[in-house]
C-alpha cells in the first residue's frame, strides 16, 4: 500500500512539482498516472521510492513512511520498490543475466556484489525472472546487443529478481515501437495479475492507459484531477479536465517543447 498524505513538492527554482496530492494506491493495483507534459508525473513517480524529496506531507509504504526512513531501514524499503525507466537504464557492457543480478544488490554486503559474488539461489531467481518475460536465450548476451524492447525487459526482470512488491514505471514504452510496446505493456500486467505486484506506471497515451490499468490518476500542474476506474476515463471527461483532446503523441511532445 501507498499512501499521499498532503504531499507537495516545490523545486528550489520555485516551480510547484506537486500540489497536496492524497491518494492511496492498494496493493495489487495497475495504476497509471496520465497528464500533459509538465504535469508532475515523473515527480509523483520518483517521490513515492524517494529519488525525490517532497517539500511538505508524508508518503508511506505498507505502514512505513518513507519520508521519515534513514539509513538501514530507508534501504529496506526501497528493497521492495523497483523501478522501471524509459531509457531501461542497465549496464549495456554486461551481459543480460549480470544486470538481473543488479536487482540482488540490495540483500547483500557491498564487497560481495562488487566482486560478482551471487549465490547460486540468485541465479535460479534472475533466470526464472528471465523466462517470465521470455528473454532467457538472452542471458549470456551482452545488453547493448539487445533491442530496445528487449532491454526493457531485462529491466522489468532485474526488478522481478528484486523481489519488488511496487514496481514504479516511468515511460517504459516511450521509446519502443508500437508492437514491442503491447509486448513490454503485456509483461507489467502479467505480472501484476499474476503475482499481484502493485504497479504505478506514467504513460502519455490515455489509449494504452484504459487497455492495461485497474484505475487512472490524471494529474495537471500537480494536482489530482481524475482518479478513477478506467470505465470513468472517457474521451470527453479528458476532454472537459485538460480542454483539448488528450492523446499526446510522442512525436508532438517533441515538438512542442518549448526550445528556450
Ligand atoms: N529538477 C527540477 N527543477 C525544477 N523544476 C523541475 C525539475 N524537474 C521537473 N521540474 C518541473 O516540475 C514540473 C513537473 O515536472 P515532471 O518532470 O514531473 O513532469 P512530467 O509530467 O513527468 O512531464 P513529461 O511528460 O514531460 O515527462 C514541470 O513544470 C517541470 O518543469
Ligand atoms: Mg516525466
Redesign the pocket.
Known sequence: MIEFKQVSKI???G?I?LDNINLTIEKGEFVVIV?L????????LRSINRLHEISTGEIIIDNTSITRAKGRQLLTIRRDIGMIFQSFNLVKRSTVIRNVLAGRVGYHSTIRTILGLFPPEDKELAMRALERVNIIDKAYTRSDQLSGGQQQRVSIARALAQEAKIILAD?PVASLDPLTTVQVLEDLKTINVELGITLVV?L?SIELARQYATRIVG?QD?RVVFDGPVEQATDERFKEIYGQPYEVKKSEKIINTPTA
Open positions: 523545486y528550489p527554482n516551480v512539482g497528464g507534459s509538465g504535469a508532475g508525473k515523473s515527480t509523483f515511460e506514467n502519455h494529474l500537480g
